[in-house]
């Protein structure tokens, strides 16, 4: 299974943007890259996904370095409310009847006044 | 839709009781998981269905856990006998084959004392 190396937390000050960097070298050609957060309490929340192009959504982008062994996760404009743990996590493909996630330790990133 | 719906929230039992946590997934979604997370472990997924079969259950920690999915709508998820060890947010999620995210309920807090 490809892992993912990400650093345990981040800051980010309101309204700059947050960019949360993340390791899959091991990574294999067809394997996607998830980004999920987890706010306090809550389950996990889908963001982004991507395979090898860039990819933006009305939440966040991602950049997917062009040797597919790191990615970005970009939230443009910080806020409060996206203080959370942040998961990059690498889709593993589980027999001939589908994918897991297998979730980390992921980013805790604070975002301050 | 209402989402991923776990029952109940919250549970509190006493060492050796059995106890079942149910979850309904997103109409349509072929795809169901049970993770559990702990702060020691973070989340870990214990087992998959798809299109209501189990295809991946080497997550599930041992023998006293067991998970069905007796249609497309409905899963459970029981522990017989439960130990103090087993307290954890259990969170179950759903999909919708290849491609997407996973859509994760508000979890059960599960306390064995």
């Known amino acids: 299974d490809a892992k993912t190396t990400q650093p345990p937390s981040m800051d980010c000050a309101e309204g700059r943007a947050a960019n949360l960097p993340c390791n899959h070298s091991?990574?294999?050609?067809?394997?996607?890259v998830y980004w999920y957060r987890q706010i306090h309490s809550q389950g996990p929340q889908y963001i982004i996904h991507?395979?090898?192009n860039n990819e933006t959504n009305e939440m966040a982008s991602l950049i997917i370095t062009e040797d597919r062994k790191s990615s970005t996760l970009i939230l443009p404009h910080a806020t409060l409310r996206d203080t959370a743990v942040y998961y990059c996590i690498v889709r593993v493909w589980v027999s001939n009847s589908g994918y897991e996630l297998n979730f980390g330790k992921g980013t805790s990133l604070l975002v301050t006044p | 839709d209402a989402g991923v719906i776990q029952s109940p929230r919250h549970e509190v039992t006493e060492m050796g009781q059995e106890v079942t946590l149910r979850c309904k997934p997103i109409?349509?979604?072929?795809?169901l998981f049970w993770y559990r997370q702990t702060m020691m472990r973070g989340l870990e997924l214990l087992i998959y269905f798809n299109n209501n079969v189990p295809i991946d259950d080497s997550g599930m920690p041992e023998d006293r856990f067991s998970a069905k999915m007796p249609n497309a709508s409905f899963s459970t998820l029981k522990i017989q006998p439960s130990e103090p060890r087993d307290s954890a947010v259990y969170f179950c999620?759903?999909?919708?084959?290849?491609?997407?995210?996973?859509?994760f309920g508000s979890g059960t807090r599960l306390t064995v004392v």
């Open positions: 091991t990574i294999s050609g067809n394997e996607y």
């Open positions: 991507g395979l090898k």
């Open positions: 109409s349509g979604h072929n795809s």
């Open positions: 999620a759903s999909s919708l084959g290849e491609g997407g995210g996973y859509t």
